[in-house]
């Protein structure tokens, strides 16, 4: 069975910044592309980055230059690296990828930029 975890979520000031993690587990995890999406509130969910199998990435372009998606294949899991964190960044993040044509989600880590 399929599992993500995220963690590392929290309240952070403006211009601060935060690390988020999803341990990945039931797939055999070099194979998969992997992404991070958020939903703030009251808005619709959007994918924010994507690491692929062979580590390339894609960004949105509200984050590009400010977070960093990177992987560990040892340790099966995709890092977000958050930096200069602004409001519009409060939302719930999830890690999520597709395997034999179904979507797996972990069930989200909440970050707040506020003063």
């Known amino acids: 069975q399929v599992h993500l975890v995220e963690s590392g979520g929290g309240l952070v000031q403006p211009g601060g910044s935060l690390r988020l993690s999803c341990a990945v587990s039931?797939?055999?995890?070099?194979?998969?592309?992997v992404n991070w999406s958020r939903q703030a509130p009251g808005k619709q969910r959007e994918l924010v980055a994507t690491?692929?199998?062979?580590?390339?990435?894609n960004y949105d372009d509200s984050v590009k230059g400010r977070f960093t998606i990177s992987r560990d294949n040892v340790r099966n899991r995709v890092n977000l690296q958050m930096n200069n964190l602004n409001p519009e960044d409060t939302a719930v993040y999830y890690c999520?990828?597709?395997?034999?044509?179904?979507?797996?989600w972990g069930r989200g880590t909440r970050v707040t930029v506020s003063s």
């Open positions: 999520h990828l597709t395997a034999w044509g179904n979507h797996f």
């Open positions: 690491i692929n199998s062979d580590h390339s990435t």
């Open positions: 039931g797939v055999n995890f070099r194979l998969y592309a």
